[in-house]
């Protein structure tokens, strides 16, 4: 099976596990119980795509590949994850705009999946649709509570698009296997949905009363393994187990 299609359902699989990981860490520390329970069904539903991607990268690699060994005991060089969605959960309003920021951009992406040639990613990308569109909702109507709310909750808010704007560039900049992946209706253009996020988060900003950045520099990088140096605090307690009594089983 061709590398880019491996390599592209890892980078799927792999940014979704992270944020997966990164949004379970609030799990039993959320702000409110309802809250705490939406962001660990999130955190679930990422969890459950990731397992879909990674076990069709298992197959198409054979073998005796499977979805434990890509999840647990690849190296940080080898994750292809947005940058994104690696970063700090810091408070809950930079939790709740890097949720926002991403799944507005999961949902476009996925809507185009559907219409893949390959029938199992777009089965996939279907199937997680409507789970994704409720994460939209969810972390966009916090966005807006927060950045139209309270002094303190909008300078929150503002302090957590400082911190993650610089990351979403990425999300629009095409690797080598995204473009094989698109060039044979695979994958998609990820240039083509830029215009359409920036609709989307402007509208939800306007409402939050919230500024769009311009002119920022752009970080990039993840999608072909090299990353920030979270991501090893992440694999360090993701992977701890599998590397501390290796082949264990529940």
């Known amino acids: 099976m061709s590398n880019y299609l491996v390599d592209y359902i890892l980078h799927l699989a ?5 944020l997966a990981q990164r949004n379970a860490e609030w799990c039993g520390h959320g702000p409110i119980l309802e809250q705490d329970i939406a962001i ?28 434990d060994k890509l999840a647990y005991l690849r190296k940080e060089r080898e994750f292809k994850n947005l940058l994104l969605v690696e970063q700090p959960n810091g408070d809950w309003g930079q939790t709740i705009l890097r949720q926002y920021l991403f799944s507005q951009f999961q949902y476009l992406l996925f809507e185009k999946l559907q219409q893949s040639k390959d029938d199992q990613l777009s089965a996939i990308t279907a ?19 927060l950045g139209d709310g309270t002094e303190e909750s909008k300078a929150r808010i503002l302090k957590a698009i400082d911190e993650l704007w ?30 359409a996020w920036q609709e989307k988060v402007k ?24 990353h920030t140096e979270q991501l090893g605090y992440i694999l360090t307690e993701l992977q701890y187990m599998q590397r501390t009594y290796p082949d264990s089983k529940w």
């Open 14 to 18: 792999d940014t979704t596990l992270i």
């Open 40 to 67: 660990t069904n999130i955190s679930l539903d990422l969890l459950g795509q990731s397992r879909n991607f990674y076990q069709y990268a298992a197959t198409l690699m054979g073998g005796d590949m499977d979805e």
């Open 127 to 145: 199937k997680a649709l409507k789970e994704i569109k409720y994460h939209v909702r969810w972390s966009s109507e916090w966005v807006i509570r």
């Open 166 to 195: 610089r990351y979403t560039g990425e999300m629009f900049m095409s690797t080598k296997y995204e473009v094989q992946s698109t060039a044979v209706g695979i994958g998609v253009d990820n240039e083509s949905l830029k215009e």
């Open 203 to 226: 509208t939800v900003f306007g409402e939050a009363t919230l500024p769009v950045p311009e002119k920022t520099f752009m970080q990039s990088g993840g999608k072909n393994g090299v």
